[in-house]
């Protein structure tokens, strides 16, 4: 009988994936603000072209628009991790996000959606605090749903360099 189990495992494993019912985390727009750009500047969308990123230093922001989708599932929790160089903002839509006991933490980075919410959108605002020598930043973003799947994860690599003043 175990072995039957075992050779059935395969398909229930393989089942959540070919139903596409995987969260995802589409990257829709990614604006970088330097703190050389002038008002008159265009915002550049590098939301399909991440290793076209520049190279940030202290000061620069980030802002990101992520669309999270349950696909076709209710979505359950999204959080963000970030490297300590960077200081992060969430907004979103408060009418998705539960505020019941201690499941959303905004300061952390942890939203837990409200029942019914399969689609939203979240606009991370980052700001690099300090750049050190040969080190990127991160900023990593996690998002589960109700469906019996692994969750989805996506990972910005912000580039970063020291100004000349910096290096001395």
Known sequence: ?????????????????ESGESPVITIEKL?????????????????????????????????TFL?????????????????????????????EVSTEGNLTDEENGQLRFKDGVTKAGVLVQATVEKVEPNGDVH???YLSSKAECEGAQEVIVLKTKLEEEDKE
């Open 1 to 17: 009988m175990k072995k039957r189990v075992f050779l059935l495992l395969p398909l229930f494993l393989g089942a959540c994936s």
């Open 139 to 141: 900023l990593s973003f």
């Open 31 to 63: 604006y970088v603000k330097t703190e050389t750009e002038s008002a008159e500047d265009t915002k550049e969308d590098y939301a399909n072209r991440l290793d076209e990123l520049p190279a940030l230093k202290a000061g620069d922001e980030i802002e």
């Open 67 to 95: 669309l999270l989708d349950g696909n076709g599932s209710e979505l359950k929790s999204f959080r963000m991790e970030k490297d300590e160089e960077v200081k992060t903002e969430l907004h979103y839509k408060e009418s």
